[in-house]
């Protein structure tokens, strides 16, 4: 192994853009276990890499963070083992970490020049080592590949890889189970009618990190009423506003964004408002009615949903696109 082969592999990852990846996640989906497809997704989007490569680029990337309203924390290399705790494969990082940059400095030549098939590939000497169903490893490692392109490979390989494995011990059907499962109304439930309840899940790997909505509550509404002190641990949340952060609830910031992991069909179509803004701050690009990404003062629940609150936020989606059309003109106006 030499610093070479890394130098090596990372100018190879340095070659695939925000497009490429996006085929890449697509390409990897049906190779996922079930459990971590939409994680995976959720992922991919909390982190984008035309975001990173636009900071890296900027003159000044203070300043330019400071213009995108960027809050908390977004870069992975600040959070190299933490950022997928959400992903069912996380309890895997261990072996996925040393998997990932044993290919990395491995000298050997690879059997793919395709990212995706050294994904798969990786993943699956991981699970053999561990013993494991390698579509439950997947996705984790895809995460591993990506941040190391964002993070680089001396930060990579300084980050310690532990995770807490006591808090994840049921199987990945249980916890599919677990998010398809309404709350009971109890004998006499069909007489609350609009007043049903039910429960949002914040945290998966965190016993008591959920709240109750009433239905047809919005997502920050019903956060609302939970009153435990979530700004010590992340400033961006509002004090006694619950652990969503939010600020103007009518779509206009983008602070309380969210992916959801399970139960998107049990939440309120996405108005065309909605619609419109996550792709302004650049959240996600889609017109589906139920998407993975969600502005949680937009979204309103009428059954059991998992969300997962992202470590960050911002208002970035009209500068990429800007950068992208003038990068369009400048190639056009290049001559043959």
């Known amino acids: 192994m030499t610093d070479n082969a890394g130098t090596l592999f990372t100018a190879f990852l340095n070659k695939h853009d925000e497009q490429a990846w996006d085929r890449v996640v697509t390409s990897l989906l049906h190779s996922i276990n079930e ?15 035309a975001l990173v490569r636009a900071l890296e680029t900027a ?5 330019l963070a400071a213009r995108l309203l960027l809050q908390g924390r977004y870069l992975l290399e600040d959070q190299i ?60 490692t895809a995460a591993g590949f990506m941040t190391l392109q964002q993070a680089g490979l001396p930060a990579f390989q300084a980050a310690s890889g532990t995770v807490e494995r006591a808090k994840r011990t049921r199987s990945a059907a249980e916890v599919l189970k677990g998010r398809t499962k309404d709350d009971s109304q109890g004998p006499l439930g069909f007489l609350r009618g609009d007043r049903k309840i039910w429960t949002v899940t ?16 919005h997502l920050t509404t019903a956060a609302a009423n939970d009153k435990r002190d ?5 400033p961006r949340c509002v004090v006694r506003e619950g652990p969503i952060p939010v600020q103007c609830r009518n779509a206009a910031c983008g602070t309380c964004w969210v992916g959801v992991l399970g139960g998107a069909e049990k939440l309120s179509p996405a108005a065309p408002l909605e ?13 589906e009615q139920t998407p993975i990404i969600r502005l949680a003062c937009q979204a309103q ?36």
């Open 35 to 49: 459990v971590d497809r939409t994680a995976t997704r959720i992922w991919f989007a909390f982190f984008p890499l």
């Open 59 to 63: 003159d000044d990337p203070a300043k």
């Open 81 to 140: 083992d933490s950022s997928h705790t959400f992903l069912y494969g996380h309890r895997y990082w261990p072996e996925v970490k040393k998997g990932v940059e044993r290919h990395a400095l491995s000298g050997a030549a690879p059997s793919s020049l395709d990212l995706a098939a050294q994904i798969r590939e990786i993943a699956g000497q991981v699970a053999s080592e561990i013993r494991i169903d390698p579509s439950l490893v997947v996705g984790i």
């Open 202 to 217: 914040f945290d998966e790997s965190e016993k008591g990190s959920r709240f109750k909505l009433i239905d047809t509550q």
């Open 230 to 234: 979530y700004h010590t641990r992340d």
């Open 275 to 287: 619609s419109r803004k996550i792709k302004e701050f650049g959240y996600i690009d889609t017109d």
């Open 301 to 336: 629940g009428h059954g059991a949903v998992s969300i997962v609150i992202p470590p960050w936020n911002g208002v970035f989606g009209r500068y990429l696109r800007g950068l992208k059309t003038e990068g369009e003109e400048t190639n056009s106006n290049v001559k043959p």
